[in-house]
């Protein structure tokens, strides 16, 4: 199995899973962000959490290869494509049942 198959098995075919042991994974990158925003007083998103851990996976991969750093890279890239099309939809979901009002 290839590597974006693994990833697509760790995000989307065992998010259940996961989500029994860490609550659900977006859910858990905005209280990541809230906490962050407030041990710094800057304002970051859970989209910057997300970019936050490929960027660290990537770091770890300048200093020596582990297939699991670009695995976990991989994943997180994938979470975070799902994070803004759930965040997309629900915005859309939003702006029609105001509309219908």
Known sequence: MN??????EIVNKRSEEKARQYGPFSEGMERAASIARGMTGKDF?????????????????SYSYREDNLLDACAYIGALDNYIKERTDEDRQDSESKDAD
């Open 3 to 8: 590597i974006l198959d693994r990833a697509n």
């Open 45 to 61: 998103t859970a989209e910057d959490m997300y970019a936050a851990l490929v960027a660290l996976k990537l770091s770890r991969h």
